[in-house]
């Protein structure tokens, strides 16, 4: 800053003397001579004047931005790409499982099908997965039960893994662009994610009911494991990955029932899922990576830039903490003049791409905690029905099912603000919300059939049926 000060100081005196004497060496009139001194002098002082207010501007922001990075960095949040390494750990008390799930995750994405399989297999390949109905037909289960048998050994140390309820903290380097940060890890967990969600459909179907709860347990301890990533790709991975179990187990809620085991350990680790605190790690890690973007590319308006980023995330962090916050209003005003001012240059092209992915997180964040009590109240339903021999009538019976710290919002839809739907007949039980429109549409959880396409589901919830006597 102080550099490009001194060049338009330098620019403006040296401009000035061309002017003057190439006015001297041009005429004689005195009378003009000094007219042009004058203006010269008059103007070399509006533009010190001006570059010096520019100057005091940009050294108020400096140091306020200067300010509040270190106050991030004595709350012990990353504002760079060493820091944010720091940042990317295993949560505390948990277990470093790193080495076991890389290794099966990279063994499974070494599994090389041909395309004309792919076409012919559900979830791990390229063919929709039909809707399976008890005593149905599933013409795709003898190109299933080939594959799982063809990889079992894989497959089955996936779970096992898996089951050990480990954390992960993958070899990515963030320093010292964390832009470029490799993030192959996210590609691999997908993936195993289909094969553990294909494993479950085929247990269900084959009405196995221990290895099926063995399946559902490991998928959502597999979006679980790097809940600590700071990127927001990997948040919306994890998401993707929590969706999964939760559809695979609507699905095979209605083919196999789970036994009390595996609803109780898919309880706990449930609760240990927190996707506000998730959003807040990614948004602080985007964050960090925003402000050492800024430091590489070096502008002029470096200052205001890092300013108006700092602004960005203020904003976003508060609105995911309190979004009643009064202050959010004025706030908004200030951010949305700054986020045009950084995000419309072409220069910050890779930071303009944030914008969208951030408020598709913040939406998405909602449905994944909506799925997450719906969640827990169909497997608190499951266990009741196992002990009582019935489904529940009222949700009310469900306390005693419930993990004693559940709190006090369990029963709170996200997407609206109201109670979740619980409806109750003799032939089954289900629980939803009403998703990411919050419009209700009488329990809408399948895809529903337009012609020759399938819908997706408007509404997110669980069927649980009655037992078979």
């Not at 102080?2 to 002017?19: P, Q």
């Amino acid at each position: 800053m102080n550099a490009i000060v001194s060049v338009i100081f330098a620019g403006t005196l040296i401009a000035a003397a061309i002017v003057y004497f190439s006015t001297r060496a041009l005429t004689e009139n005195e009378t003009v001579r000094r007219w042009v001194l004058r203006v010269l002098v008059a103007g070399t002082l509006c533009v010190l004047l001006l570059a010096g207010g520019v100057w005091m501007h940009l050294g108020g922001m400096q140091g306020t931005s200067a300010q509040r990075i270190q106050t991030l960095q004595a709350q012990g949040l990353p504002t760079n790409g060493r820091e944010l390494n720091d940042y990317y750990v295993i949560p505390p008390g948990g277990i470093d499982d790193t080495v076991a799930w890389e290794a099966i995750q990279k063994r499974l994405m070494e599994i090389d099908l041909p395309r004309e399989r792919l076409e012919r297999l559900p979830v791990v390949g390229l063919s929709p997965l039909e809707c399976l109905q008890p005593g149905g037909d599933w013409s795709q289960q003898a190109d299933v039960a080939d594959l799982l048998e063809e990889h079992s050994a894989a497959v089955s140390e996936l779970r096992t893994v898996a089951l050990r309820g480990g954390y992960t903290r993958f070899d990515v380097d963030f320093a010292p662009r964390p832009l470029q940060a490799k993030l192959s890890h996210l590609p691999r967990i997908r993936n195993a994610a289909r094969w553990l969600s294909l494993s479950a459909v085929w247990h269900a179907w084959q009405s196995d009911g221990p290895q099926l709860g063995d399946d559902l347990t490991a998928l959502l301890s597999l979006s679980r494991a790097n809940q600590n990533d700071p990127v927001l790709i990997s948040a919306l991975v994890n998401g993707a990955v929590f969706s999964q179990w939760f559809d695979s187990t609507r699905r095979a809620s209605r083919l196999c029932p789970l036994a009390e085991r595996d609803c109780v350990k898919m309880q706990q680790w449930l609760l240990e899922i927190d996707f506000e605190e998730q959003m807040l790690r990614a948004l602080r890690g985007e964050r960090a990576m925003g402000l050492t973007e800024l430091e590489v590319i070096r502008s002029p308006l470096t200052v205001e830039s890092r300013r108006a980023y700092l602004d960005y995330f203020e904003y976003h962090e508060r609105l995911l903490q309190n979004p009643d916050d009064p202050a959010l209003l004025e706030l908004q005003d200030v951010l949305l003049l700054g986020q045009n001012r950084i995000f419309g240059r072409q220069r910050f092209f890779a930071l303009r791409l944030l914008a969208p992915a951030l408020q598709q997180s913040m939406e998405s964040m909602r449905e994944m905690e909506a799925r997450r009590r719906v969640g827990l109240l169909a497997l608190a339903a499951r266990r009741f029905q196992l002990h009582e021999g019935q489904l529940p009538h009222s949700v009310t019976q469900l306390a005693a099912w419930l993990p004693s710290d559940t709190g006090d919002d369990l029963l709170t839809d996200p997407c609206t603000e109201q109670p979740l739907v619980f409806s109750a007949t003799d032939a089954s039980l289900l629980i939803y919300s009403s998703g990411r429109d919050g419009k209700d549409d009488g329990g809408q959880i399948d895809r529903k059939s337009d012609g020759d396409d399938l819908q997706p589901p408007t509404d997110i919830g669980i069927r649980l049926p009655a037992l078979v006597p």
